[in-house]
């Protein structure tokens, strides 16, 4: 995981798993537990979005709902500047196996969900346009892969809050 945040320029703390609970962060004296509750939340509202998007028919409305869930994953807080570089570090490392070798392809395909996301909420493609068709197989595939890779990180976690207990 070092070496993953490392090529990909952002600080190990910032990145996955630890941006996911602020385990890292020296001025958050919450209790690990009370972080994993924080994280528990995102993960299932993450899945309550991926859900949602397989009931759409439009795949332009299931690639905003999965990229939604991505951002529900990997944002921990308000990020106006450099948004789509930290959206597209963190759901790399979650969804390529948190730097077990396809860390870079994962990265691409979130930069790529990102903008096909951002295509159909800025009005310059349809919900329905075909190109949006075409990669809603990617964006279901790379949204499936960070949901697993949280749940990893939930049991690692978790099995660090049993250990301290």
Known sequence: NDQAAKQLGEPLHRSPPFALVGITRSSDRRPLVSKFQISLAMLLDALKWFG????????????VKWVAALERLTATERLDRGIMHRF???VALLAGGLGQ?????AYRNAHKAYDLRSDVMHGSRSQDDQHLLINAGLVHDLTREAILGALAVHRTILRTIRVRA
């Not at 028919?57 to 299931?62: D, F, I, K, L, R």
């Not at 070798?101 to 392809?105: F, L, P």
């Open 88 to 90: 597209c570090i963190r």
């Open 101 to 105: 070798g396809h860390v870079e392809s």
């Open 52 to 63: 949602d998007a397989a009931f759409e028919e439009s795949s332009g409305v299931q690639i």
